[in-house]
């Protein structure tokens, strides 16, 4: 290996190690945490300056005092009493009418019994009767030994005995049972406590337990007297029951709650009295001097809230999303960077209404800038991750506004963003970008509001439509531009960037088509596998075109060695030794990952690049030194790693197609005779070679889409090797060599 492979691959897993590494997801997370808390507690404080209002205004939110008193917790007691009532035991009364139907059934079946025998003796065919009974009494197998059993009075008596008390116990049903509290009334209102009633199998073991019977004969006198006791004899009693869970409930004392924050000064619609202001400045003076540092604390526990219950569900329905460094330091940044501006854009507001320049406090509805977070979630990391970023900032920032309407708010605020989300979430390129954030964005701000516009004056609805815009005109600029830098600085791709890389005038693409014009064919060949395969099983298209144009430019380092841009190559192999020219193929790899830094390019290419070979082994060069080591033993020994190439497995589904697209479309090119059987041989061949060899071990493709994948390529290839219908010539005598002579062009100049 040279000194450059071992420096990309020391590089690589340098990359790799920090991608995967729980650090970078820990401090975003902290960030953001910190950062909702400290914005919170900044906007609590700010909201306290009363000094805005003024008599006969209007308060535009609710205020509460920081007084403690103690209130009944009915949720808690509610839920105690609940637990209490449940608690309760509940009681099963014996049904004297099923005992008496016990009684019947065992004595029919052995009155049945003993007729089956009287029959049988005189030889004669037994028919017994409808009931459940008699019919047992005539399916009984073992008859001789249970007409033994019954000929003896002192048996019968204590079956029927051991029947008896055993039922006067009671028999339960498997769900009775479900409830361990319960308790048992028996016929004559006594309650047996602690005590478990049998199932039916129970007891009817326990009936037989004094018998000293024959093992086979025992088992299936058991069956029988089971199924007699199948329906037991116990009931509900509904009264009892209900009457111990209300006393049970009754004993259970009133939970209270200590409350700080709970005491109305101000509610939101209220007109601002005098004697509110004196109230609202004695409440201001009464802070004590560390009000900030446990309203920060506070917050602190609000925020973590938020944000563990964005994490909970981002990890449980997007869980590939914690598997980026990138991904997640986006994300963080443009949660932090929105709860930042959306706090400037309302202390702003709120320093307007201070000085008069703004009198409806309800315009700071279409003011907050929602849309910026949404269009940069979406670009970046896709509609999935934006529910969630939208869901932190929209909820953080209706508590900055207004804490008595926060859910609301949020849900108008979280609304309006999806909106915008679905707007851009399939835009190719910058401008459509701009457009759709600028319009879709004022348009779902004024829908989302409607009810706040239809109320407003004439002069308010054009104040409004005139924030309106500028809102939307102020995301759609400033997501532009944290496009390019995010782009920039995180070194990540959107469908925007994507865009521009599958242009063919890229600098890369344009000296590829140039010096390895095979490689550009081959390269384009396996995009097109590669856009509709990935488009197939509904993963990014974009992303599988962009990297397959990439995936082979370290071919750049020496195109001459390669036989689709020299057909000459292999004689230029002949003059190697099979590990030079295994080096040759193999560098194609690191030269095309130094190339990808050197111009820039996203990770997710370089990782096309690095990855579309894998791990794999480069077997032509390698069987031939084992051939060559064979006929001559005495040289150096030929060690597999040296024929296998440094990258690592692909681990999106993407990079797996473009990885089995550039096996597929370089083998298939191949061959002799490029018939669809032959060509679904190959491709299957392939597939089937890469599995066994693990190159698809964390392709995160399920079966069903290797299959999908599979039938596009086979599709595709077929469609890039069709034959052509040959054409005949009309006439015998044409012939291609005739000249062919042009009239020679008027001059327009006079002379």
Partial sequence: MSNQENHNVGRNRAEKTLSTSPVPTILVLVFIWVTAAVLLTLSLLSQRDFTIFKKGDIAPFSTWALTDFMYVDKAKTNAEKAAARQAAPEYLCISEPSCAKLDHDLDTFLAAARNRSEVEQQKRKYIPSASLPAQQAGDFKNFADLSNFIADRKNVDLLQKKFRSVASHGIALPEQLEKKNIRIITAGGRQLDNFIPPLPADAASEVLREFKIAENFKTELHMVLSRLMEKGNLVYDQERTRNGQDAAS?????????????????????????????????????????????????????????????????????PGFFSSTSRISIAGVTVILSLIINYAVIYSFFYLVKFERISDYQLLLVLVPIPLCAALCTAFLGNRSAIFALFLVSGVTAMMVFPDRSFELALRWFFTGMLVALSVRNVRNYRSFFFRVFIFGALSIALINSDTLINAGNTNFIEAAIVIFINSFGCAVASLLLVFAFELIFNADTNMSLMVLCDYSHPLLDELKRQAPGTMFHS????????????????????????????????????????????????????????????????????????????????????????????????????????????????????????????????????????????????????????????????????????????????????????????????DLVNFNHGRIAYNKENKNDSAEQSVVLPKPESSEKK
């Fill in 250 to 318: 009754a004993k259970v004392p009133n939970s209270y709650k200590k409350c700080r924050r709970n005491e109305l000064i101000v509610a939101e619609g209220a007109l601002i009295t005098g004697e509110l202001i004196d109230k609202i400045t004695a409440e201001k003076n009464a802070l004590p001097q560390n009000f900030g540092m446990a309203i920060f604390y506070y917050r602190l526990g609000i925020s973590f809230l938020l944000l563990l219950v964005a994490f909970l569900f981002l990890y449980n329905t997007y």
């Fill in 524 to 715: 384009m060949n396996v995009a097109t596998l590669a856009e509709d395969a990935a488009r197939a099983i509904r993963a990014n298209p974009l992303k599988a075109k962009a990297g397959a144009l990439f995936h082979d430019i370290g071919k750049l380092s020496n195109p001459s060695y390669f036989v689709e841009n020299n057909i000459h190559s292999p004689a230029e192999h002949e003059q190697l030794q099979p590990r030079q020219s295994a080096a040759i193929i193999r560098e194609h790899v690191s030269a095309g990952a130094d190339l990808g830094r050197k111009h820039r390019l996203s990770r997710f290419i370089r990782d096309a690049i690095t990855t579309h070979h894998g791990d794999d082994l480069v077997s032509f060069f390698y069987r031939k030194a084992v051939e060559a080591h064979e006929q001559n033993p005495g040289s150096p020994p030929v060690f597999e790693s040296d024929f296998r190439y440094n990258g690592e497995a692909p681990s999106e589904k993407e990079l797996s197609i473009i990885s089995l697209a550039d096996a597929c479309e370089a083998a298939c090119r191949s061959l002799k005779d490029p018939s669809e059987a032959n060509i679904r041989e190959m491709v299957n061949n392939i597939f089937i070679h890469r599995f066994r060899q693990g190159q698809l071990r964390d392709s995160k493709l399920s079966l069903e889409e290797l299959h999908t994948v599979r039938e596009c390529f086979i599709k």
